[in-house]
Structures are given as C-alpha cells and as structure tokens.
C-alpha cells in the first residue's frame, strides 16, 4: 500500500504538536497547582524521562518496524500470537474516546477567542459566572463551537498526512512556539516571576502523596501523546533513515519546555495580579480572564493570544488522535480516506454532543453515575485507564515480545551505550510503574 510519508521536519512538528496539547498549557499548570508545585514539577520530570522517553522510543520502534495502521502493525510483528496481540493496536480507539471531550473544550476555547475581542470579565466572580453559564446553560453556544471543532478536524486529517497534517502543524506549531514565547518573555519582567520559578521549581515533598505521584505519571503519558496509537500511526509514515532516538528527545523537549513556559508564566500572571494558583481546571477558564482584565489593554491582546495558541495546541493533537481509527479503517476495510475521516468524526461529534449535554442542567442528572458526569468519566477512563494499559502493552511488546536482535538492530546504532539503559527501563522500570498506576487507580492500593 502506498503511504505518502511525511518530510523529516514535518514528522518532529507533527509529532510535538501531538504531544504539546490542552494537557500542556490548560491541565499541566493547574496539576501543578493542586499538587502543590515544586516536588509535583520534579516527579513530573523524572517520570517524564525515566519512563516516557522509553516507551516513546518503543511506540515509536512498532510503527517504524509494522508500517501500518496500529492493529496490522502489532499483527505483521508479532512472532507468535498474531491474532491476540493484534488487539494491542485497538488502543488506537481510546485516541477517538479521547476526542469525545476534547473537541468540545476546543469549543470552548474558539467561545473564548472570540468573547476576548470584545471585552473581559472584570473579577474572578464575574468570571466565574460566564464560564459556568456556558458550561451549564448555553447548550447552544458549546454546540456551535464543538461543531466548529469538529469540521476543522475531519477536514484536515480528510486531507490526508502530507496535505493535512503536515501542512497544519509545519504552519501553527511554530506560531504556537513564537506566542507562548513572547508572552514567556513578557512575563520573565514582571515581579512575580520570582515568586512562579519558587513556586515551580522549589520542591516541597510534604505536599506529595500517593494521588499526586500517580498523577504525574499519567499526565506524563498524556501529554507525551503516548499510549494511544498516535506517535504510532505518525511513526509509521516516517522516512527509513529518520533516528528514532533523536526525533524522540526532540518531542519529548519541546513538549516539556512548552509546559514548563506555559506554567511559568500563567503563575507569573496569577502572582502579579492575586490569582489562585490552586484553583483547579478552571485555571485557565476563570482566574485567567480576570487576571488578563486588570492588565488593560495589553491583557486583552494577551488573552486573544493565549487562547489562540491553545486553540493551535488543541487542534494539533486532536488531529493525532482522530488519525489512528481514521488509518485503520483505511488500511483494514480499504474505506477512502474521505469516508473514514467523515465516519471518525462523526462518532466524536455525536458521542461529543452527550458529552456537553452532561454539563447542562435538566440533562445532567441522567448523565452522571456515581461522582462523574459523562465527560468526567471518558477522561477518566480513558487518561487513568486506557492510557497507561496501551503503555503497557507496548513495553511488554516491544521488551518481552519482539526478538531482542530485530530492536536492537534498529536501535543500538541510534542509541550507542545507552542501549542497555532503555532496554533496561522499558522491560522493568516502566511496567512497574504502570501496574502500579492502573492498580492504584482502580482503587487497590
Ligand atoms: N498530548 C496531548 C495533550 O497534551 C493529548 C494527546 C494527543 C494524546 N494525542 C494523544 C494523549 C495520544 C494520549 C495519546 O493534550
């Protein structure tokens, strides 16, 4: 089958505006917040590089090696057992799980660009108010906007890898990188800036518990894009002679730098001007706004930058996550790409609209089961649960699985000495981790 491949450059961007998404500049900072910052920060990195940049490397290994969409990939490589381990592509599906909620915050977002031209909320109360409106109330506004979302989307990835993708993030990636980092310099000459690198960066292990260690780990996941079949899907249209291990530690640096810049300087904001920087998801949504009020005008210009930038974080990942059912459909049921596009879509965009209905009242009762509503529970299920079983099909796959001389083959040039390491973390380190995740996130621990 003929796939058009993407250009070096194009694959790197395409696969750090996987990575670098919603989790980077709307989740990261408020975790952070939560957990307390400094040690939250530090758990973050290590687990950040002891073990994504493993399993990166590996999800990244699979679709260079299979070439195919995710379930063929796993079949095709597979020595033994073909017909089980094919199962292991399906984590492709939770990608389009994933999509369910996230289109509709990139609604919201596009309801947020638009709101900032004409004016902003002058308290954090007034702020409070617009955003639980929408969230509650204005089924229409949402679903004007998730609509939005949902076209842009299908009709990029319709167009395919190179047309598509490609074009897309070549284009919005690097004005993306360019708005995160006026603003970043911005904030560095602002008083408050201090008070963030201390609140960032100076570790305070008493604020870390159980709960905040399993979710760095899985935020770690989630904003690496891994587990689900993305960087898979991308990796499989990658030139022959592309070094895996240096496209990995690209991605992983810039999704990385991105968060640690959006983070800093959304503290900075929030210091200088008497936010809370506990205050939870709607961080963005709600201290923000009203923080970029008492700015003046540069605020204003401030907040149609910053939510256009995670507009661009938005649409760039949702991309990667619609693209690998959209691959498999194409590959295994030789549907165009026009109709797999438009049947993915679809799925996201219906399911999508429960998922608004969830937050409206009237609807929600009959929508929430046990502590979490319909949204809550696809983020859930699918961040906490999905996520890190697709990372651990993936290490056992490519640590226990695959013949030791076919990886090595490929790798040992690319990664020299530090062969032995990754090998070492991929079949030990990372398992561990991620049962210990999914055991504690079931409840067990
Ligand atoms: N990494 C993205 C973010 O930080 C989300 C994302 C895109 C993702 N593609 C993915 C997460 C694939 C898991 C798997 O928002």
């Given at each position: 089958m003929k796939i058009a491949r993407f250009s070096k450059v194009g694959f790197i961007l395409a696969a750090a505006g996987s990575a670098v998404g919603l989790g980077n500049i709307w989740k990261f900072p408020y975790i952070t917040g939560e957990y307390g910052g400094g040690a939250f920060v530090l758990i973050y990195l290590i687990t950040v590089l002891l073990i994504g940049f493993s399993i990166m490397i590996a999800e990244m290994l699979i679709g260079y090696l299979g070439r195919r969409d995710t379930v063929s990939s796993f079949e095709e490589l597979a020595p033994r057992n073909k017909h089980l381990w094919k199962f292991g592509g399906f984590q492709a599906l939770a990608g389009l799980f994933v999509m369910i909620y996230y289109s509709v915050v990139i609604g919201w977002i596009f309801n947020y660009i638009v709101s900032a031209l004409s004016g902003l909320p002058s308290s954090v109360d007034e702020a409070k108010t617009v955003f639980t409106t929408m969230l509650h109330s204005d089924f229409k506004t949402q679903l004007f906007y998730h609509t939005a979302s949902f076209m842009i989307i299908t009709f990029v990835v319709a167009r395919?890898?190179?047309?598509g993708i490609e074009k897309l993030n070549m284009v919005l990636m690097p004005m993306l990188f360019i708005i995160v980092g006026v603003m970043f310099l911005y904030a560095?000459?602002?008083?408050?800036f201090h008070q963030a690198m201390e609140f960032m960066?100076?570790?305070?292990?008493?604020?870390?518990n159980s709960t905040a260690f399993v979710t760095a780990v899985g935020h770690a996941f989630f904003t690496l894009s891994l587990g689900m079949g993305a960087i898979m899907t991308y990796s499989a249209s990658l030139e022959k002679d592309q070094n895996i291990v240096k496209s990995s530690l690209i991605v992983v640096a810039l999704d990385t730098g991105i968060a640690l810049f959006a983070g800093l300087m959304l503290f900075t904001f929030l210091y200088q001007y008497g936010g809370?920087?506990?205050?939870?998801?709607?961080?963005?949504?709600?201290?923000l706004p009203s923080v970029f009020y008492q700015m003046g005008v540069l605020g204003n210009v401030f907040a149609v930058m910053f939510f256009i930038s995670l507009a661009f974080a938005g649409l760039t990942s949702a991309v990667s996550l619609t693209e690998p059912m959209v691959q498999y459909f194409i590959d295994?049921?030789?549907?165009?790409r026009l109709k797999s596009s438009i049947m993915m879509g679809l799925f996201f965009y219906l399911v999508g609209i429960i998922a608004i209905l969830s937050h409206i009242d009237g609807f929600a009762s009959y929508l929430t089961w046990g502590s979490r509503n319909f949204f809550d529970w696809v983020d859930f299920l699918t961040a906490a649960f999905m996520l890190p079983a697709g990372g651990l099909i993936m290490a056992v796959f490519v640590g226990y699985v695959l013949p030791k001389s076919q990886v090595e083959k490929v790798l040992r040039p690319q990664l020299g000495r530090a062969f032995g390491t990754w090998y070492f973390s991929l079949r030990y380190i990372a398992p561990i981790a991620l049962v210990i995740v999914m055991l504690n996130l079931v409840g067990i621990l």
């Open positions: 395919g890898i190179k047309g560095t000459t602002l008083d408050g960066f100076k570790p305070d292990f008493s604020k870390i809370e920087p506990s205050s939870g998801p709607g961080l963005v949504f709600i201290s295994r049921f030789s549907w165009s």
